[in-house]
C-alpha cells in the first residue's frame, strides 16, 4: 500500500511539534501503560527541548485527518547508532487517539515508516505486548512476523507482560495485506 494514497496527511514532525506530540505521547502512555516499555512518571517529568531532541535525533511521524489537521497519530523509527547494527531499525511509540482508530489511520503511519526504512536500513523490528490484538493485526498486516517472544519484557503495576519480537524485511516498497 502506498502512503501517499491514503486520506491521512503524514508528516515527518520537526522540532516544532514538540507540543503537540509530547501531548499526544503523554495521553498513550497514560491511557495505555502496558502498551510502552517507557512510562508516563518519567516522560512527564522531561522539559520541551527534550522532545525536541527526540523529534530531531529519531523520525516521528505524525497524521492528522482531513476533518482534524491536529495530530491524531504518532510513530517512531529509529536506527541504532552502532555500525554492527545499523541494518535493522526500530519502530517504536505507535499510538493514535481512540476517535481515529479502525480508519486505516494506524495502517498508514506503519506503512509510512516501512516506505523509509526501505531506503536507510535492511530489517525494520518492534516489540508488541502479546495480549494487543489491535496492535499484533496491524503489524501482520503490513508483513511483520514474529520471530521470538520476551516473557516478563514489562512489569506495570505488579503485573508482567510478555511481548512478541516481530520484524519484516525493507529495502523493496511496502505491501499491506
Ligand atoms: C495499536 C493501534 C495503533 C491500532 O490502531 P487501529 O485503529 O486498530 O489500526 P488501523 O488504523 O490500521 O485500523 C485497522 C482497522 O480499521 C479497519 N479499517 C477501516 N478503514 C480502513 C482503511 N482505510 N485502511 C485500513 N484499515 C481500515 C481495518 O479493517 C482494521 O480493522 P480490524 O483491526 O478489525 O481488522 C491503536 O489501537 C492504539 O493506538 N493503541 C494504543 C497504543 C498501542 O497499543 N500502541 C502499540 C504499541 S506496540
Redesign the pocket.
Known amino acids: ?1 502506498d502512503a501517499s494514497r ?2 491521512f496527511p503524514i508528516r515527518r514532525l520537526a522540532g516544532s511539534d514538540a507540543d503537540q506530540y509530547r501531548a499526544l505521547r503523554l495521553e ?1 502512555l497514560r ?2 501503560p ?3 516499555g517507557a512510562s508516563l512518571e518519567d516522560e512527564e517529568a522531561r522539559p520541551l527541548p527534550w522532545f525536541v531532541d527526540r523529534i530531531e535525533r529519531n523520525v516521528v511521524f505524525g497524521a492528522g485527518s482531513p476533518a482534524a489537521p491536529a495530530l491524531m ?1 504518532v ?1 517512531g523509527f529509529l536506527v541504532p547508532e552502532t555500525a554492527k547494527m545499523r541494518h535493522k531499525g526500530v ?8 476517535d ?11 506503512v509510512r515508516v516501512l516506505e523509509h526504512a526501505a531506503q536507510v536500513v535492511e530489517e525494520v523490528r ?4 502479546t495480549s ?8 501482520t ?1 503490513a508483513g511483520f512476523e514474529q520471530y521470538g517472544l520476551e516473557r516478563r519484557a514489562l512489569k506495570v503495576g505488579g503485573r508482567y507482560y510478555d511481548e512478541l519480537l516481530m520484524a519484516v524485511t525493507v529495502g523493496r516498497s511496502a505491501q ?1 495485506r
Request: proline share 5%; no cysteine; glycine share 12%.
Open positions: 500500500m491514503l486520506p498513550g491511557s495505555h502496558e502498551a510502552f497519530g510513530v519502530l517504536w511509540g505507535m499510538f493514535v487517539r481512540p481515529a482508530r479502525g480508519t486505516g489511520l494506524a495502517t498508514a503511519l506503519v518492534l516489540t508488541v505486548v494487543n490484538t489491535a496492535a499484533v493485526r496491524l503489524y498486516r499491506v
